[in-house]
């Protein structure tokens, strides 16, 4: 399928005071409510980072990325502003945040915070902990893919393919998901805004829930990237773990067809429908 570049997940409206806006189109749709899924917001916050921090020439890469979600974020016109909090040559530290109007009001919805750090060759002593797993072509023959029984405009905007866990068959599946739909109509996502479109999935796919009977939303995304991830199919090997009182977390080992990428953990709020 060929990349649209004209249906983003945002529609950009110009800027006011120093904050880009932009208006939520029907593919940020959320399966768990009237707002938007978690992985549009994360994506937008993404490129604010990453504009935030002045020049992708500097010698420096993101390095891990924590998105903290405080409230459902609406169906309405989003601001987003970033600045560099922490100036450096090695070491840069870089915060945004999303806006809506709430009851007359701007105010934060979802905030971002990224290490950036200065790059050097340690190719001689690269070492991956994470495990192998079969690429997207070995799961493109499967009709199994738990993560699209989901609903939702966001759900509908995305492809993906899966398959049984080769090392734990009881394991939720592994997945390869992907968009072709950019963070802002016309134009083209970077490598890391491609994956943070669609990493915030984990917690669909390592879910041991059914959503029928409980709902668990995650209140945020923290992603750990030990390499810089190319453009693709992103890969999740989830897992989700819920404690006795009515909170949970997923972990998940994340890839790009190259091999693994890094890591990403999410807090889970577990409730009983009803």
Request: overall charge neutral; charged content about 25%; aromatic content about 6%.
């Amino acid at each position: 399928m060929k990349e649209d570049l004209e249906h983003g997940y945002y529609e950009p409206l110009g800027a006011v005071g120093g904050a880009e806006r932009f208006r939520p189109t029907e593919r940020t749709h959320g399966a768990w409510g009237d707002f938007q899924h978690g992985a549009p917001p994360a994506a937008l916050l993404t490129r604010a980072l990453e504009r935030g921090a002045g020049t992708a020439d500097d010698g420096m890469r993101i390095t891990r990325i924590a998105v903290d979600l405080l409230s459902a974020v609406p169906y309405t016109e989003l601001r987003s502003r970033a600045r560099v909090t922490r100036p450096g040559r090695q070491i840069q530290k870089v915060e945004a945040e999303l806006l809506a109007e709430v009851r007359g009001r701007w105010r934060a919805v979802a905030t971002a915070a990224a290490w950036r750090m200065a790059v050097t060759p340690t190719d001689v002593v690269e070492r991956a902990l994470e495990r192998p797993i079969p690429g997207p072509d070995a799961c493109a023959g499967d009709p199994d893919t738990p993560l699209l029984r989901w609903s939702g405009g966001y759900i509908d905007s995305i492809r993906a393919r899966s398959i049984a866990d080769p090392d734990d068959p009881a394991r939720p599946r592994i997945h390869w998901v992907r968009t072709d739909h950019p963070i802002v109509s016309g134009e083209p996502p970077s490598p890391i805004g491609r994956l943070m479109s669609v990493v915030d999935t984990a917690n669909g796919i390592g879910a041991t829930l059914d959503p029928a009977a409980w709902t668990f939303m995650n209140t945020d995304l923290v992603v750990h990237l030990h390499r810089a991830p190319e453009p693709g199919w992103t890969g999740i090997s989830a897992r989700g773990s819920i404690g006795p009182d009515g909170i949970g977390m997923t972990a998940a080992e994340i890839y790009d067809e190259r091999g693994p990428v890094g890591r990403s953990t999410q807090t889970l709020l577990v409730r009983p429908r009803g």
